[in-house]
């Protein structure tokens, strides 16, 4: 009889590790590449253990029949993917928004490594992914992030088929919105950019002999660092509203 409780309680257990591993390994700020795989892990343990007793009642008995077991953890995964994803997806904004800026004060081809897609993007966009990730755990807002992985064990029953359907139609919507989001806070720049363009066609048609690579370039990067300056955090509130309300859709209300 105690062999069979430990082992309903260790399947348990296991069970709540594979979904909250899962969205761990792609959330922000958890999910990271430049974090150690040991300390991801060592949070997923934790998240575990403070969750899973609390949750335990609600996991299925362990099943008998391996392709069962192999549909209820395949299901708890795919459930811990898409809550890490729509985290991950919404920061898609800032570096959409980050790139929009680079192209518009030409350093678009600043390149440099953005931790948080893993893959080279322009400069302003991998300091606003950085900035995004240090304001979501400095604002405490990554509470939310494992709140909306407690939560998601009342709106995804364990064991149960996960609605594949609304699913996807969530994480389309969240990749719709953070694009319309990266563009609404890359706005001040499109103004910027069309105005500079505009005049320096009308100046190109009346001094066609200046040379307006040499004298634009550095007035176009200027320009666009001092209306960085002026815009930045109103841009990052933005960002984090948006961040806020894409979480919690997550959560219980």
Do not use: C
Request: net charge neutral.
């Amino acid at each position: 009889m105690l062999g069979q409780l430990l082992q309903a309680e260790i399947f348990a257990i296991f069970l709540v590790f594979t979904r909250l591993g899962a969205a761990i390994m792609v959330m922000p700020g958890f999910g990271e590449i430049y974090i150690p795989t040991n300390v991801r892990l060592a949070v997923a343990v934790s998240i575990t253990l403070a969750v899973g007793p609390v949750v335990a009642p609600l996991m299925p008995a362990q099943p008998a029949d391996p392709l069962t077991l192999f549909l209820i953890v395949a299901g708890e995964i795919v459930i811990g993917l898409m809550i890490g994803s729509i985290a991950r997806l919404s920061m898609t904004a800032l570096h959409v928004s980050g790139t929009v800026i680079a192209f518009q004060s030409s350093l678009a081809f600043a390149l440099t490594m953005d931790p948080t897609q893993g893959i080279q993007g322009a400069l302003i966009a991998s300091l606003f992914s950085l900035m995004g990730v240090v304001l979501i755990f400095s604002t405490g807002m990554h509470h939310m992030l494992i709140q909306a992985m407690y939560d998601s064990y009342v709106l995804f029953k364990p064991g149960q088929v996960p609605m594949t359907g609304d699913l996807a139609q969530l994480v389309t919507d969240v990749v719709a919105d953070s694009f319309r989001i990266g563009i609404k806070m890359s706005a001040p720049f499109i103004v910027y950019g069309i105005v500079l363009y505009t005049g320096v066609g009308l100046l190109a048609r009346l001094m066609p002999q200046l040379p307006f690579f040499f004298v634009i370039m550095p007035l176009q990067i200027w320009a666009a660092f001092f209306v960085l300056a002026l815009t930045i955090a109103g841009i990052m509130l933005y960002f984090m509203s948006y961040f806020e309300l894409r979480i919690s859709d997550l959560l219980l209300r």
